[in-house]
T-cell receptor
Framework: AQSVTQPDIHITVSEGASLELRCNYS??????LFWYVQSPGQGLQLLLK????DTLVQGIKGFEAEFKRSQSSFNLRKPSVHWSDAAEYFC?????????????WGLGTSLAVNP | GAGVSQSPSNKVTEKGKDVELRCDPI?????LYWYRQSLGQGLEFLIY????????KSGLPSDRFSAERTGGSVSTLTIQRTQQEDSAVYLC????????????FGQGTRLTVV
């Protein structure tokens, strides 16, 4: 079955610390991978995406993610967290090809940032 | 339009009433999704439209929920005989039909059933 797992429901880090949010997926074909962020009271915004090429992708707001096919993972990282990064983060996968573009979503990881 | 537009942004309704939520996707986007997000929760998939194909309704929680997409553009999500547990933010997203494209989300409609 197709699924996305974000093992960490809630993470708290100190401002300036590094961050890694985990995402593991189960998908029948090579997927198209996304990370979205939802700030409090805001809509979902795309942070970055991966579909081919370099397995380390750069996104907005200083985020990056690495696709590891052997581990079926697409973990999100940031070297130094800012207080404004406190938000909900969602990982999603979708098909690279075909007419059905339905996305599969993780349940999200809530990030709190201590001053 | 420039982005996905949802209306109304907020809706308060009495239990038992019907409500209609509207989504205007980005022009030219063939895929349209409806999700529900309860307070502090993740995205609950409701329904997915892709071009002229039959919609994927597998996420609709009950037969009180229905959605249509007219002319491959605007979509309306209808909830009949609303219940308090229907209170949530309803999110709409759209995406193009080519590869390497992402879903663009609207700001959502916050539905409160009193």
């Amino acid at each position: 079955a197709q699924s996305v797992t974000q093992p960490d429901i809630h993470i708290t880090v100190s401002e300036g610390a590094s961050l890694e949010l985990r995402c593991n997926y189960s998908y029948g074909a090579t997927p198209y991978l996304f990370w979205y962020v939802q700030s409090p009271g805001q809509g979902l915004q795309l942070l970055l995406k991966y579909f081919s090429g370099d397995t380390l992708v750069q996104g907005i707001k200083g985020f990056e993610a690495e696709f590891k096919r052997s581990q079926s993972s697409f973990n999100l990282r940031k070297p130094s967290v800012h207080w404004s990064d406190a938000a909900e983060y969602f990982c999603a996968v979708g098909p690279l090809t075909g007419n059905n573009r339905k996305l599969i979503w993780g349940l999200g990881t809530s990030l709190a940032v201590n001053p | 339009g420039a982005g996905v537009s949802q209306s109304p942004s907020n809706k308060v309704t009495e239990k038992g009433k019907d409500v209609e939520l509207r989504c205007d996707p980005i022009s030219g986007h063939t895929a349209l999704y409806w999700y529900r997000q309860s307070l502090g929760q993740g995205l609950e998939f409701l329904i997915y439209f892709q071009g002229n194909s039959a919609p994927d309704k597998s996420g609709l929680p009950s037969d009180r929920f229905s959605a249509e997409r007219t002319g491959g553009s605007v979509s309306t999500l209808t909830i009949q005989r609303t219940q308090q547990e229907d209170s949530a933010v309803y999110l709409c997203a759209s995406s193009g039909d080519r590869g390497n494209t992402e879903a663009f989300f609207g700001q959502g409609t916050r539905l409160t059933v009193v």
